[in-house]
């Protein structure tokens, strides 16, 4: 890490999402209670004078040096494709044979790369201030458009 403070880590991983959510459920008010602990902590609990923690001010207990949960919240998708080293912009041939999808990168379609369109509108029309329009009474002044960077406007010479 930037911070050059090092501690140790355990990865979990699930065969499925419900599994992860019923974990995260279990392990999250553990991570509250043990940071609230942390922060409470007195000179007795440090010095081992309580007798449940040992000589380093910890619990005998696993579950209770569990301080911190990390990555909780990725999406399980975004999870399966940053460990998968599946990126946007890139081409891949994706199989299924016998159950098992196998996921291979198309270097050769490198030179092709993916552009995204972008396509955006505005419409404006007259209005009472503080008014949605309505289309009973107001009238539409222009229609601008921009697809792939070219821009189009459509004025109505009635209003404007």
């Known amino acids: 890490h930037l911070s050059g403070i090092t501690a140790t880590y355990l990865k979990i991983s699930f065969y499925t999402v419900q599994n992860l959510l019923t ?9 509250k209670k043990n940071k609230e ?14 007798g449940s923690f040992t000589d380093n001010g910890l619990s005998n207990d696993i579950i209770d ?5 990390r990555e909780y919240d990725v999406i399980f998708y975004q999870r399966a ?3 998968s080293d599946m990126r946007c912009g890139k081409w891949y041939d994706v199989h299924l044979k016998y159950g098992k999808v196998t996921v291979d990168h198309r270097e050769d379609l490198l030179a092709k790369p ?17 008014k949605f329009p309505d289309p009973e009474t107001d009238e539409v002044m222009m229609i601008s458009w921009m697809f792939n960077q ?9 209003v404007v």
């Open 150 to 158: 070219q821009g189009y406007l459509i004025i109505n010479r009635d």
């Open 65 to 69: 040096t569990i301080t911190d949960i």
């Open 114 to 130: 993916a552009y995204p369109s972008i396509f955006a509108y505005d419409i404006e029309c007259t209005k009472q201030k503080l």
């Open 37 to 50: 602990r942390l922060k409470h902590r007195n000179v007795y609990e440090s010095k081992n004078l309580s």
């Open 23 to 31: 974990v995260r459920g279990d392990i999250l008010p553990v991570v």
């Open 81 to 83: 494709a940053i460990d």
